[in-house]
């Protein structure tokens, strides 16, 4: 069995696949403080409430969080006894090398989620992934990663609207039912949503133009879904891509 770790700045993601499909996945907060020790409790602990008994025999590993990955490689050596891959290191094969400015690194989930979205949906695609940060990656005819573009994330902006402030409130957000509001939190959902639409909007029309070539728009991330139900901003949503991507690294990393 595969364990497949997607840590990102807000949560790290574990999931277990059999090759085939994923038996389960699990997430919780990031924390650059968790031993390995810490890792491998809860994830037993996690297991055996779903009656889940498997032996793992592989791990792969991607982080936007560079103190976090010690202890993840810990857990994969201590307990599972087995070296991990991590996504970005030299001894992690890429399907197809990025094709970026010389000396510049590319985060590792910006790699996995376009080895994911050319697996599904072949080249000539921008993934857009709502995260900590909004990013659209561009993947070339052939999977290759070939740069993109880096936003503040929906939450991120909502909570610096938040704290630079102080007369406004913390707000969640959810498509308002106009765009005009009557109230502060109304205002402030408005701003958020329909903003983000357009910048959406912007970004993938003005990489499809330089582009000069049809492009497919894959979303994934939990906020997706929301902004599609108010646009048809994407060709198709993946709520799994990210996860998916590592088995497909994986895969091609054994072969």
Known sequence: MLLTIDCGNTN????????????????????????????????????????????ITDCII??????????????????????????GKPDCHLPVDPRVDTGTTVGPDRLVNTA???????????????????????????????????????????????MAAAALPHVDITQPQRVVGTNTVACMQSGIFWGYVGLIKEITTRIRAERARPMKIIATGGLAPLFQQAESLFDAFEEDLTMHGLTVIHTHNKD
Do not use: K
Not at 62 to 87: G, I, K, Q, W
Not at 116 to 136: E, M, S
């Open 116 to 162: 994911a979205g050319f697996d599904r949906h072949g080249g000539d695609l921008i993934v857009v992934d709502f995260g900590t940060a909004t990013t659209f990656d561009v993947v070339d005819h052939d999977g290759a990663y070939v740069g993109g573009v880096i936003a503040p994330g929906v939450n991120l902006s909502l909570e610096a609207l938040h």
């Open 62 to 87: 991607s982080s936007t969080v560079p103190r976090v990955v010690f202890n993840l490689r810990v857990l994969c050596d201590r307990y599972f006894d087995t070296r991990p891959l991590v996504v």
């Open 12 to 55: 790290t993601v574990f999931g277990i696949w059999d090759g085939t499909d994923f038996v389960a996945s699990w997430r919780r907060a990031t924390n650059a403080q968790s031993t390995g020790d810490e890792y491998y409790t809860w994830l037993r602990t996690s297991m055996s409430l779903r009656n889940i008994d498997v032996v």
